[in-house]
DNA sequence: ACAGTTTATAAGGTATACCTTATAATCCAC
DNA sequence: GTGGATTATAAGGTATACCTTATAAACTGT
């Protein structure tokens, strides 16, 4: 197995699985990678023999220890990148997420650190995912799952998909925003927001599974 | 063809030939890369069929139009990434030189021209080698070529071998240097050397060959 | 001009990581 | 508990870019 595969497929289960016990079905894996189910078997199992994860028949895979940090030190280099190409170089939301993917397999150890340094040692990337990732805070919550007449503030944008970047990005939601729950559409297609200063938008509900608020 | 591997020969055809119209042997590709010299053939042949390289049965490739331009941005992205790594994150001389073998591949367009404008269009690389590179410079002779007496500063090394980088700055042998070629050892198999603040060195001919120099 | 070296090319092999097709096993809902 | 969907696994295929071995062609020095 190449490095850099594997680390593409630890990440997507980080960031794809819901906690770190339940596991992630491989059709997950195949929808995100666009990969064939059977292609994702295949290398489910070199990884589980290679120790990366635990596979689960007909129920998905979970990281094992090793798989966990190789998974947090890929995406810690990955929104370290994130920071320097959107701070420093000033590169749009979803465009350094894109160009981070390729930089976060490129950087050994002691560049990602003196990077961090340079950067100021940030807590969290561009779209708030955290820099030393931890649970996800307990007062964290999904958009999604936000009633109406809620106030509350954009942590993050999870999971990290160039697509939804760029709409989200478009809807100016970005961490930080804050944000009040006007109303639910019919049969719950999306949800609709005030934002700071007026603004109005919808979010598909898709989109809003992928925003994560802290109540105010 | 991934263009990686297209991109990596043609950087190493630029790096290695003495002159746009003379061709490189594949001998010299096949010893650079580590690779025998059937693989270079065939990967040289597909080159060829793709419209990067012109092959010169018996002597050697020379780069087409095209091809001299994949590799002129290569080398720009490669000497950016290493003026980055090099003044912003100070890492030494040689490891800059690897890492930046990585990323040079990663960064599109865009993030190339902004990295440019960050660190405030820089026109060499850390070791000499200009950033938007011209034909070299007619003032520039080859250390191996100066004869006893001469009194020069040091303006680039290249070709860029790791090994190579490494061996000159352990020299203290950095672009801006002034030397003075103080004797030639036995049949010629290097040159003694007198630098700045009296330190005194013996470069093995091979690595003369590297260093390039400006008479003063 | 011929011997010896270098270079070219043919033929077949390896590993990685994808693919499709097809069958078998298991799960879930009614 | 059975049928339909999901998931697993087997079998065989593709492309890329390397490898070795072996033969053939062309160059080069004496």
Do not use: N
Not at 1 to 16: N, T
Not at 64 to 83: I, S
Not at 163 to 177: F, K, T
């Amino acid at each position: 197995m190449r490095q850099e595969r594997v680390e593409e497929y630890l990440g997507a289960v980080y960031r794809l699985r819901s906690d770190a016990d339940t596991p992630l079905p491989l059709a997950q894996l195949a929808e995100y990678f666009g990969f064939s189910p059977v292609s994702v078997h295949e290398m489910v199992q070199k990884l589980e023999e290679g120790g990366w994860v635990q596979y689960h028949p007909y129920r998905g895979v979970t990281l094992t220890e090793a798989g966990t940090d190789a998974a947090l030190a890929l995406l810690r280099r990955h929104r370290l990148w994130e920071r320097f190409l959107s701070d420093v170089l000033s590169l749009p939301w979803d465009e350094a997420h894109t160009v981070a993917g390729d930089l976060e397999h490129a950087a050994p150890e002691a560049v990602t650190e003196r990077l961090s340094a340079f950067l100021g040692e940030p807590e969290a990337c561009p779209h708030g995912g955290p820099i030393a990732p931890q649970a996800t805070s307990a007062l964290e919550q999904c958009l999604r799952s936000l009633g109406v007449g809620a106030e509350a503030r954009v942590t993050r944008i999870a999971p990290e998909a160039p697509d939804l970047l760029r709409r989200i990005a478009q809807l100016s939601l970005m961490p930080g925003s804050l944000v009040k729950i006007v109303a639910q559409t019919a049969e719950a297609t999306g949800v609709a927001l005030l934002a700071e200063g007026g603004r109005q938008a919808v979010v598909p509900a898709a989109d809003a599974r992928a925003v994560w608020m802290e109540i105010v």
